[in-house]
C-alpha cells in the first residue's frame, strides 16, 4: 500500500482507526478483528508483522508482541469505502488469547489449505511412527506408484457406483496426491494456481 493510498483512508469516519480483519493467508479463516490507527498501518508494512492500535492499552501492539504468536503480513487491502481493512496473513501460533486458531471458534477454512500444511511440516520434521514420514522416506518413485494404486482404486469406486467407497478412495487420493507433490517442493496452492489461469483463459 502506498503513502498515496494510505492517505486516502477514510481516517476521519471513525475517529482516525480502522476496523481490520484479519484472515488466515492459507485457509482463509477469519482470526480476528482488530483496530488501526494511521502508525499502525505503517508499522505493519514497514516490519511485516501485523500491529493494532490498542483500544485498552492505548498504545501500538504487535500481535504476539509478548506470545511470541506473531501475524506475519502477506498482503493487505481496503474495502470499496476505504473504511475497513482486510490483511491476510500467516499466523505462528495460535491467533485467539485462549490458545485457538481463531478468535472466532466456527470460523470456516479450507482444511485441504490446513492438510497441505501438516503434510508439509511431516517432510520437514519427519516424525518417528507418522505414515507420512515413511512415504517421504521411501521417496518419490514409491509416492507416485501410491497415488498410481489409488487413482485405479478411485475409479473402480466410480464404475462401481459406490458412492461411499468413492468418497473414501478420493480422499485417499487426495492425501497422497498432497505427499507427492510436496516431495517434489510443490503444495495444492500451486495446483490451484494452475488451474486459476486455466480458468481466466477460458472466459
Known sequence: MSPDQI????????GGLLPAIVQDAGTGR???????????LEATLASGRVTFFSRS???????GESSGDVLELVR?????????????ATPR???CHLGRVSCFPEAPGSFLAELDA???????????????TKLFEGGVRRI??????????TALAGVAQDDEALLGEAADLV??????????GLGLADVEQVLRGRHAAKR
Do not use: I, N
Open 7 to 14: 492517505q486516502a483512508l477514510a481516517w476521519d469516519k471513525q
Open 93 to 95: 501460533g495460535p491467533t
Open 175 to 184: 492425501f497422497h496426491l498432497t505427499v507427492l507433490l510436496r516431495a517434489r
Open 118 to 132: 501438516l503434510v508439509q511440516a511431516r517432510e520437514a520434521e519427519r516424525p518417528a511412527g507418522s505414515y507420512t
Open 144 to 153: 507416485a506408484q501410491k497415488v498410481g494404486e489409488e487413482g485405479v482404486e
Open 57 to 63: 492499552k492505548q498504545r501500538l501492539w504487535m500481535k
Open 30 to 40: 477469519v482470526l480476528m478483528l482488530g483496530y488501526m490507527d494511521r502508525a499502525a
Open 76 to 88: 493487505l487491502e481496503a474495502d470499496c469505502d476505504a473504511d475497513t481493512l482486510l490483511v491476510q
